[in-house]
């Protein structure tokens, strides 16, 4: 037989979970019958895929098969079935025998457009490297927000938290995801994809802030900018053009602060932007042993803008006061915020206001600064 047609002869199992396969019509626990000449091309696939390696003599598990798959010509990999359909196999291993874990047909033919990255949060020393392809993606998606949790656990149940490292609501978000994203990555399904990744990056970031000995900052800095980046690719409504912006909203804050006469905020995106601005100077300004512990997820939980403008005052008071009397920088950007009036919800802004923590502080940049 040089080309097989009939995949399921081959790749369809039986196990507990899928009882329903099984075959009545013989005393034998089976999900078909096969004749002797499709049990050993079906030896000699499963012989095939126990010994993929890569390039570097790595183990192979996740495979991809041309329909037209022809046994004469046993060399396959990835690379040349890209541009066809093809069928995706995730392969395991017990006991040295390989098990077939999950498949799909799929479309290989539709290239991932390059993302095109920009510094919205004026990031000091930051690469603009663009995206180039989907693994590349797929790397960042995992470090950014996943702490390099989901490759590995694409099909893993039993994913457990730590804490300091990874929290249960990590985990839980975690789980909930993976099926969007393996579907993507591997299989090219975008749908489930574009319908969480907005709430996911937004999720992730805010855990960065909770259950930590110590926040980084710069990491949280650089998952948001990447948060922005994808709702722009991805086109997530009135969330598209956050990142642009985000930019004109800094450049009216530094102008504003930089000013001699008394400014105000126009509108609630920009009271928001300030307000993290101001919330990163006061955390800088503790004279705690870590300043980020636990200084700055209060802020982000305050659902009303009056509980917001108190937390700012009441650690003005407490971190600030002394160093600002003499700053016209800091005490417009103080003006900025305690001045400003608004009915909206700061739960509705958490962008903004993460947005504003992440930025190059405008508290920190020399008047007449060319950007």
């Known amino acids: 037989m040089e080309k097989y047609g009939d995949w399921l002869t081959i790749i369809c199992g039986l196990n507990s979970k899928k009882p ?5 019509t013989t005393k034998f626990r089976v999900p078909y019958r096969i004749t002797l000449e499709e049990a050993l091309i079906s030896k000699k696939f499963f012989e095939w895929i126990n010994n993929l390696v890569d ?12 329909i037209h798959f022809n046994f004469t010509n046993i060399e396959v990999s990835e690379k040349n079935v890209e541009d066809d359909t093809c069928l995706y196999l995730y392969k395991t291993t017990n006991n040295g025998k390989p098990i077939i874990q999950d498949f799909s047909i799929i479309n290989r033919r539709k290239k991932m457009k390059s ?9 000091h020393n930051m690469e603009e490297q663009n995206i180039e392809n989907i693994e590349t993606l797929e790397a960042k998606i995992d470090e950014y927000y996943y702490n390099n949790k ?13 804490a300091g490292a990874f929290s249960h609501k990590q985990v839980d978000i975690l ?31 805010l855990q960065k802030f909770i259950d930590k000995e110590y926040i980084n900052l710069r990491d949280i800095a650089y998952a948001q900018n990447f948060r922005l980046n994808l709702l722009k690719y991805y086109e997530m409504g009135e ?67 009056k509980k917001l403008k108190q937390a700012i005052e009441t650690m003005y008071k407490k971190y600030g006061y002394e160093l600002m009397l003499r700053n016209s920088k800091v005490n417009n950007l103080i003006g900025l915020v305690t001045g400003y009036e608004t009915q909206s919800k700061a739960s509705d802004y958490q962008d903004l206001i993460i947005s504003g923590i992440c930025s190059k502080n405008v508290i920190y940049t020399k008047k007449k600064e060319e950007e």
């Open 175 to 205: 789980m909930t995801t993976k099926q969007a994203m393996l579907d993507y990555v591997k299989k090219g399904i975008e749908i489930g994809f574009k319908t969480c990744v907005d709430n996911m990056t937004k999720e992730m970031i």
């Open 55 to 66: 390039e570097e003599d790595r183990t192979i598990n996740n495979i991809y098969i041309p």
């Open 239 to 305: 969330k598209t053009n956050m990142g642009n912006r985000i930019k004109d909203l800094y450049n009216t804050l530094k102008e504003k602060t930089e000013g001699d006469e008394l400014a105000t905020c126009e509108t609630d995106e920009e009271f928001y932007f300030a307000a993290g601005q101001v919330i990163y100077y006061l955390v800088n300004q503790s004279e705690a042993a870590n300043k980020s512990h636990g200084l700055v997820i209060p802020f982000l939980e305050l659902s009303t803008t």
């Open 150 to 162: 989901l490759r590995r656990n694409y099909y893993n149940d039993d994913i457990k938290a730590k």
């Open 115 to 123: 993302i095109k990255m920009k510094n919205y949060l004026n990031l």
């Open 20 to 24: 329903y396969l099984e075959l009545k």
